[in-house]
């Protein structure tokens, strides 16, 4: 019964209704009613909402990697990024209402705040690794926290960007990775020092971008 044809259905059922409802407010009846399957289809399918979510995010992840394409020989890490966030952007556009609408729903709930976070550094994980930057070891991890944080401050950017051409996502873009590859610089130069030292987790974070950013970007 879960056929993948149903859980696109699925998803695109839940994403309509949180066009216009909190999260609460979503029913798993009005998700079956919306993308016209019955409870045991979508029970198939899905456990639950947060399921759906995280199917969400694992398909906006993959038609950000299958579009990928091959770059210059000179392209930096920083390029590379760049581009496969924009087509994330691309990919994330037709549920912008969706996704703000989410976002709102998070900032009053916790538990969608966490759920969010941990799907979008499961996310951000995939964009770094498309973007041919390692993220093994603690020095990866780090970055993979750094680039959660940095996409969530770009991602309010693009919710209010109105312009075709996201001028104002790709400029906001721009300047949070050069700020962030400067930061990775570092990181690698502490990592080179320390050798085999073991390093405090602190020492990498303390200086990641941005303060006060949210993580329930999608």
Avoid at 89 to 95: E, H, K, R, S, V
Avoid at 127 to 142: C, N, P, Y
Wanted: positive net charge.
């Amino acid at each position: 019964m879960a056929t993948d044809r149903n859980r696109k259905k699925i998803i695109d059922a839940f994403m309509s209704l949180a066009e216009t409802r909190d999260f609460e407010e979503i029913s798993l009846v009005a998700i079956a009613e919306e993308a016209k399957v019955d409870l045991a289809t979508l029970r198939d399918a899905y456990d639950g909402k947060l399921a759906i979510l995280a199917d969400f995010f694992r398909r906006i992840d993959m038609a950000v990697l299958k579009g990928e394409e091959e770059g210059a020989a000179d392209e930096t890490p920083r390029d590379r990024l760049f581009d496969v966030v924009m087509r994330r952007f691309d990919a994330l556009a037709p549920y912008k209402g969706a996704l703000a609408s989410l976002r709102h729903s998070a900032r009053r709930d916790p538990f969608l705040t966490l759920a969010l976070a941990r799907l979008s550094s499961v996310s951000q994980n995939w964009m770094l690794t498309g973007a041919g930057i390692d993220t093994s070891g603690i020095v990866g991890l780090a970055k993979v926290k750094g680039m959660v944080l940095t996409y969530a401050k770009v991602f309010r950017t693009w919710l209010k960007d109105d312009d075709p051409g996201l001028a104002r996502t790709m400029s906001a873009l721009d300047k949070e990775l050069r700020r962030g590859e400067k930061v990775v610089s570092r990181l690698d130069r502490v990592s080179r020092r320390c050798g085999r030292r073991p390093v405090r987790h602190d020492d990498h974070l303390k200086d990641f971008p941005p303060e006060g950013a949210d993580a329930t970007a999608a």
